[in-house]
């Protein structure tokens, strides 16, 4: 058990709608990190957050957004889904932004289908 | 980042020391070399880091050649349960936390 959390574990959608995945971080870790991985593009990175500010920015879709609130969990929104949004969406903790070395943990993922 | 080698698959047998091979050569003096593990869509599972001296933890050991430019991780003793991906990444310490995950190297770790 890494000490992150996501919810839901399972999500089915149709094509169109909105989802929220949720993110709560490791106790003491202020990062937090979301990255997709589907079946033909791998593990991706989206976006990272630190201490409630956006820190960098991968290939994140313009139809996706994130947030980092006061208490640290993260959530990921993802707006008119797409069949190909269909994925394993993993969230990650550090203790610190990125400077310096350090290690991420990461949560179970949700599994997002869009049918 | 720098980018990584690594061959697609490997076998091991239970209980012998499993070997994985990266190949780093275009790495600069500030890139870290970092593995991670998936084992069947789990979530990535850190296992060690390290800059040039080679490092140990209770999961592994990450031994980096004198120039930098290969390192291998090391299961000392394999067993089923390290069957996995397992992912070589570099990453400069002061460029941010992304990981850059590529393919990885399939373990499959036999009776």
């Known amino acids: 058990d890494s000490g992150v959390t996501q919810t839901p574990k399972h999500l089915i959608t149709a094509t169109g709608q909105r989802v929220t995945l949720r993110c709560s971080p490791r106790s003491g870790d202020l990062s937090v990190y979301w990255y997709q991985q589907s079946l033909d593009q791998g593990l991706q990175f989206l976006i990272q957050?630190?201490?409630?500010?956006?820190?960098a920015k991968g290939n994140i879709l313009e139809r996706f957004s994130a947030q980092q609130f006061p208490d640290l969990h993260s959530e990921l929104n993802l707006s008119s889904l797409e069949l190909g949004d269909s994925a394993l969406y993993f969230c990650?903790?550090?203790?610190?932004?990125?400077?310096?070395?350090?290690?991420?943990?990461f949560g179970p993922g949700t599994r997002l289908t869009v049918t | 980042d720098a980018k990584t080698t690594q061959p697609t698959s490997m076998d091991c047998a239970e209980g012998r020391a499993a070997n994985l091979p990266c190949n780093h050569s275009t790495i600069s003096g500030n890139e870290y070399v970092y593995w991670y593990r998936q084992i069947h869509s789990q979530g990535p599972q850190y296992i060690i880091h390290?800059?040039?001296n080679n490092e140990t933890n209770e999961m592994a050991s990450l031994i980096i050649t004198e120039d930098r430019k290969s390192s291998t991780l090391i299961l000392p003793h394999a067993t089923l349960r390290d069957t996995a991906v397992y992912y070589c990444i570099v990453r400069a310490y002061n460029q941010g936390g992304k990981l850059i995950f590529g393919q990885g190297t399939e373990l499959s770790v036999k009776p």
């Open positions: 957050y630190y201490n409630g500010e956006e820190r």
């Open positions: 990650a903790s550090s203790v610190n932004p990125g400077t310096g070395p350090s290690e991420q943990y």
């Open positions: 390290g800059l040039k």
